[in-house]
C-alpha cells in the first residue's frame, strides 16, 4: 500500500523567511513523487515534480529515499506563495498507476 | 488548450437524493479520474479510467456511486442515494496514459470541481 502523511496542518512565516513544507511516504516499490498547489479560488495543479529536478518559483524539493521524505524549500518565502500544499505519490512502474495524495497544508505568509 | 471542464460547479440536496456530476477532460487525455476531497483532507480517488475501461475503483462505495465514460472521453459521476457524509468536493482530473515514462505521464491536470451539499 501506498501511503503519503504531511504531518503539519499549517505553517506561518513572515514574508522572506524560509520555508520547509514537511512530507513523508510509505512505499514498497520505486515512488515518483509530486506536489501539488492550490491557490485561493484556483484549480488543484502541479508545482513539481521529483524526476524533473527543477526549480519551479523557487521551490525545491530532493527525494530522500533513506529517509523516505520528499520536502518542499523555499529559501525566501513570498506573500504570493500563500496556498494549500499537497504531496503525493505515484508508483512509477505498472500501467494505471494510482496517484495518492497526503492531507495537505496551509502556507501563510504574512508581509 | 482548454481545460478540464466540470459542472455543475454547486450542489444542494437533501439525504437520499439522488446528484449526477458531469467532466469533460482536455483533448487527447486518456487517463479521467474522479477524487473525493472532504474538507480539510486531500483528495481521495474513487475512481479512475483509462479510455472507457475502469482500472481502479477500490475506494468507490459501490452501493450508492457509480460512474461511467461512454465512449472514453465524458465521464458522469452519480450518487444515490445521498448521505451526509458526501458532503465534498468532487474534483475529476485527466492526464495522459500513466505508467509510462515520459513528460505527460503521471501529471493531472484538475478542474475546478463541483461542490456537493448534502443537508
Known amino acids: 500500500a501506498q501511503r503519503v502523511t504531511q504531518p503539519e496542518k499549517l505553517l506561518s512565516v513572515f514574508k522572506g523567511a524560509p520555508v520547509e513544507l514537511k512530507c513523508n511516504y510509505s512505499?514498497?516499490?520505486?515512488?515518483?513523487l509530486f506536489w501539488y498547489v492550490q491557490y485561493s479560488r484556483q484549480r488543484l495543479q502541479l508545482l513539481l515534480r521529483?524526476?524533473s529536478r527543477e526549480s519551479i518559483k523557487g521551490f525545491t524539493a530532493d527525494l530522500n529515499k533513506g529517509e523516505t521524505s520528499f520536502h518542499l524549500k523555499k529559501p525566501f518565502a513570498q506573500e504570493e506563495d500563500s496556498a494549500m500544499y499537497y504531496c503525493a505519490l505515484s508508483p512509477t512502474t505498472g500501467a494505471n498507476s494510482k496517484l495518492t495524495f497526503g492531507k495537505g497544508i496551509t502556507l501563510s505568509v504574512r508581509p | 488548450e482548454a481545460g478540464v471542464a466540470q459542472s455543475p460547479r454547486y450542489k444542494i440536496i437533501e439525504k437520499r437524493q439522488s446528484v449526477a456530476f458531469w467532466c469533460n477532460p482536455i483533448s487527447g487525455h486518456a487517463t479521467l479520474y474522479w477524487y473525493q476531497q472532504i474538507l480539510g483532507q486531500g483528495p481521495k480517488l474513487l475512481i479512475q479510467?483509462?479510455?472507457?475501461?475502469?482500472?481502479?475503483d477500490s475506494q468507490l462505495p459501490k452501493d450508492r456511486f457509480s460512474a461511467e465514460r461512454l465512449k472514453g472521453v465524458d465521464s458522469t459521476l452519480k450518487i444515490q442515494p445521498a448521505k451526509l457524509e458526501d458532503s465534498a468536493v468532487y474534483l475529476c482530473?485527466?492526464?495522459?496514459?500513466?505508467?509510462?515514462?515520459?513528460?505527460?505521464?503521471?501529471?493531472?491536470?484538475f478542474g475546478a470541481g463541483s461542490r456537493l451539499t448534502v443537508l
Open positions: 521529483h524526476i
Open positions: 479510467f483509462q479510455n472507457n475501461g475502469v482500472v481502479d
Open positions: 512505499y514498497s516499490g520505486s515512488p515518483e
Open positions: 482530473a485527466s492526464s495522459l496514459i500513466t505508467g509510462q515514462s515520459g513528460s505527460g505521464a503521471n501529471v493531472l491536470t
